[in-house]
């Protein structure tokens, strides 16, 4: 296997384009074999969990599979880390516990991750239309961990300690342990994540008015609500609409997006694309619940009444897009079943109709107004597709001299909103329920801090393709529009978490809208979106008795795409520490990089880049200090702590649960978004998005991507597994070009593009076998896929690349060919080379070097007045540091 055997002293140089930074300083001679590897890491977690479930409450006394490993959760009491992920299971009790270790101290929720087939779903509770029995002091919900009493007339909330009578109806005796004798029927007693069917009170609120609506309401949409004290409207829950905003101006013609985006969408809808056998995805059905309505804009909107017994549709022009309103919401909304027909016929001709179009004009910010007015009454999702940035109507967008910007303390703008009339239309789709996920097709630029705002704020997607070719990527944006519509999709939702008393969440690391401090309002929440949390020590801090857990409860209170109101309840239970070891110790690493990811993407609204990354870069200082000043001296030296012969006895004390963090934490500085050097400011905005809004997994693969030797599989690798079923994975390799070979073909994949990689001299033969020719200088670099042939390497790298879609949900990424030296797909690739010199920063072990040296720094000095001395526990061996290291 690549990862267990030390590269072979060749490897490959760092091709010229790459351009990083120096550890300043003596370099060490560290041997790259011998420090933390991630991709072991990854290994020897994947064998460990591939035969065998992580069971959250029997488990617990051992270390939660890493985010990337494909492993079966049982659910037995405790939400499992697919839903909600802690940096730490073992909650420090106090503020000052917590500032010790500097681990960040909180969660990530992804309420409706998707779940491998062999996992059980989420159970179901309901009560009669009455509400969940809750907690009347904190409001907490009925969960396992709560306590029964008084012969099972009361339970006492496991949040807050109140103790609370039992509903007549929901009244159980209690058997001699204590527990209810109805304990095993109830969902909500059993599993720690579920979801409870909400009584009708718990409907979405009509939004309050605003003073400047995006719109103008018509007479229809009068249950707005009036006024502050008028009590809400209830909006009776519906199923989940859909809208497909389609950009028809000139410039969308003419780039031939147009029947691109038509023909996509009706692909997404009813099939038919040939990467249907690839992905999958399309086996999946269309929830039958779904309606769907269109639209099309230019310099006006065109909404379309559709209907079953139609044989044309029917066209309603708003020609004034200054007042943007709604001329019908009859038949707008419709069954893409029952109006196939006419739905294809209309997919079929809006090209045809606009093929003449002259003006450039693009009204995107009215369209997304008109979308909002249309769906204002009950919440929904848009799909919009545009080829240019906004230049008429309401919101146009000009230029911004982004040179002028950068690396003043006006950078931040960037990231904002240049008209205000996005931030108000953002804010508003949010209240009103409505997520817009957008797909960008910028001719030149595409200014995404404006318009990139509204899928930020109400919980959508940010789809960027500033490259797109249609023939090669034309599958790409089927895939993607078609996850968009198979995926688990919640709508009119908003998000409140409850902890143990001592302990809140201090801010959600997101740009979701939040019109209250505990409560985020989210248009819509998919399987992929998850939101970061901080959570922070309430006076005193919280009870260390040792007996009980500590709780944390989220609760998304949200509206099914059948139209069911419903409430999904993450409930996990931790323990208490009173010792810095222990917090290290459960530590999660994959959480806690996240984290500090997200937060270094959520600060660029306010701080500039290299602030951003210097104080990153003393984050991660701090915390490896926290832990060799409180823990590394009880630490047993095998486990936490590697040394070279060459370096003396210099020692680098690690965590064991951090001991990855010089190398991802040097992989978060060197994303798109946070990078140095010249990145544009829509890359940025796309990059910061990906942060922002991925789960745990998803972002470690985004930030240290999954690279394997495909001329080094085993002939029973990346077959399924015949004992499990499941595919059996190959062993990943190091990113970098010194584990690689010329003559080697490697194969990475980051989850939004997928690049194979061909030495100079790849053999003829895997060339044969993959593409079904041997001479290199033929593959171009328009493949857009691996040819379908029938040889094992081909049906192995095909397989391996499917199991990738397949953990996505079937999105397809970008799959580019890089041969060395000859393809300019090269230079991403080494950009993806983590472990080495690029993006601006230093590799691997030169990063390793610098946080050593700050750390020794700050280890090895106490201040004694305006003096410096060496303290005397460590003198001995940083004395060796100073003279052969720095
Ligand atoms: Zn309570």
Not at 46 to 70: F, H, K, M, S
């Amino acid at each position: 296997m690549a990862t267990s055997r030390p590269p072979t002293g060749q490897g490959i140089s760092q091709p010229p384009h790459s351009a990083g930074k120096r550890f300043k300083g003596l370099r060490s001679v560290l041997d790259p074999s011998q420090i933390p590897s991630p991709a072991s890491n990854f290994w020897s977690d994947q064998r460990r969990w591939q035969d065998r479930p992580y069971n959250t409450t029997t488990d617990v006394e051992i270390e939660i599979p890493l985010a990337g490993t494909d492993c079966i959760y049982e659910d037995q009491g405790n939400s499992t880390p697919r839903f909600l992920r802690m940096s730490t299971y073992a909650m420090p009790c106090t503020h000052d516990l917590a500032e010790t270790c500097n681990i960040p101290l909180g969660f990530v929720l992804q309420p409706f991750a998707d779940q491998p087939p062999e996992e059980q779903p989420v159970p179901l509770a309901t009560f009669n239309d009455q509400p969940p029995p809750r907690c009347d002091h904190c409001g907490g919900y009925i969960n396992p961990s709560v306590a029964w009493s008084a012969s099972g007339q009361s339970w006492v909330c496991n949040l807050c300690e109140t103790s609370n009578p039992v509903p007549s109806e929901y009244f159980s005796p209690l058997d001699f342990n204590g527990r209810r004798m109805d304990h095993n029927s109830r969902p909500e007693l059993n599993f720690g994540t579920v979801d409870f069917a909400a009584p009708s009170k718990y409907n979405a609120p009509q939004p309050l008015p605003r003073l400047l609506p995006s719109f103008v309401p018509t007479p229809d949409s009068t249950s707005r609500r009036k006024s502050l004290s008028s009590p809400p409207d209830l909006r009776d829950p519906t199923p989940l609409r859909t809208l497909f905003v389609i950009d028809v101006s000139s410039t969308s013609v003419h780039r031939g997006l147009l029947p691109t985006f038509c023909e996509s969408i009706r692909v997404a809808l009813y099939g038919g694309s040939p990467n249907e056998v690839n992905t999958g995805l399309f086996n999946a059905e269309l929830n039958p619940a779904m309606k769907v309505g269109f639209m099309t804009f230019n310099e006006s909107l065109q909404f379309y009444e559709l209907s079953p017994d139609q044989t044309q549709p029917g066209m309603l022009v708003i020609s004034d897009v200054e007042e943007v309103f709604v001329p019908t919401r009859e038949r707008i909304f419709v069954d893409p079943q029952e109006c196939r027909e006419i739905i294809e016929t209309l997919l079929d001709a809006i090209p045809r109709m606009f093929a003449h179009v002259i003006a450039p004009s693009s009204a995107l910010c009215a369209a997304l107004q008109g979308s909002l007015a249309s769906l204002s009454r009950t919440g929904g999702q848009v799909v919009a597709c545009t080829a240019s940035h906004p230049n008429f109507g309401p919101g146009i967008l000009t230029p911004r001299s982004e040179g002028d910007l950068w690396g003043t303390p006006q950078e931040h703008k960037l990231w904002e909103p240049q008209e205000v009339v996005w931030r108000d239309l953002a804010e508003e789709c949010a209240e009103s329920g409505v997520g817009v996920n957008l797909w960008v097709f910028p001719d030149r630029w595409a200014d995404l801090g404006s318009i990139g705002s509204i899928c930020n704020t109400t919980g959508g997607d940010l789809h960027f393709h500033p490259r797109f070719q249609i023939d090669r990527d034309i599958h790409v944006l089927q895939s993607e529009i078609a996850r968009t519509l198979r995926r688990t999709t919640a709508y009119n939702c908003s998000v409140r978490t409850r902890c143990s008393n001592g302990l809140h969440v201090s801010s959600y690391i997101s740009l979701i809208h939040q019109p209250t401090a505990d409560t985020l309002t989210v248009g819509t929440i998919s399987a992929d979106l998850a939101i970061g949390a901080k959570l922070e020590h309430v006076g005193n801090g919280i009870n260390d008795d040792q007996r009980k857990n500590v709780h944390i409860q989220a609760a998304v209170l949200y509206t099914t795409v059948e139209g069911e109101r419903r409430v999904r309840v993450c409930n996990i239970g931790v323990r208490p520490s009173t010792m810095a070891g222990n917090v290290f110790r459960w530590g999660d690493q994959d959480t806690g990089v996240c984290l500090m990811a997200k937060e270094a993407a959520l600060t660029m609204s306010r701080k500039m880049l290299p602030e951003i990354r210097e104080d990153l870069t003393q984050r991660f200082v701090d915390l490896l200090v926290g832990y060799r000043k409180n823990c590394a001296a009880s630490t047993a030296p095998s486990q936490a702590r590697f040394e070279s012969p060459t370096l003396l006895r210099i020692l680098l004390i690690l965590p064991e649960s951090y001991k990855l963090l010089p190398v991802f934490g040097g992989a978060i500085l060197k994303t798109q978004a946070l990078k140095g050097g010249p990145v544009s400011s829509d890359s940025r905005a796309t990059s910061r998005h990906r942060i922002l809004s991925s789960g745990v997994s998803s972002l470690m693969s985004y930030l240290y991507p999954r690279t394997v030797a495909v001329h080094d599989l085993r002939s029973s690798i990346a077959f399924p597994d015949p004992r499990t079923g499941r595919l059996s994975l190959p062993a990943p390799m190091p990113n970098s070009y010194l584990w690689m070979e010329p003559d080697g073909a490697y194969l990475m994949d980051n989850g939004f593009v997928t690049i194979l990689w061909l030495g100079s001299s790849v053999s003829p033969q895997i060339l044969l076998d993959l593409f079904g020719t041997d001479d290199l200088a033929a593959l171009g670099p328009r493949i857009s896929r691996l040819p379908v042939l029938q040889t094992q390497l081909s049906i192995q790298v095909r397989n391996l690349i499917a199991h990738e879609e397949t953990l996505r949900g079937g999105r397809v990424a970008p799959f580019l060919v890089a041969r060395q030296n000859m393809d300019g797909a090269e230079l991403e690739f080494g950009n993806m080379l983590v472990e080495d010199e690029n993006n601006d920063m230093m590799s691997y072990v030169d990063f390793l070097c610098h946080l050593h040296r700050q750390i020794s720094d700050k280890v090895c000095f106490i201040h004694v007045g305006q003096d410096l001395r060496y303290s005397d526990r460590v003198y001995p061996q940083l004395t060796a540091a100073q003279q052969t290291w720095w």
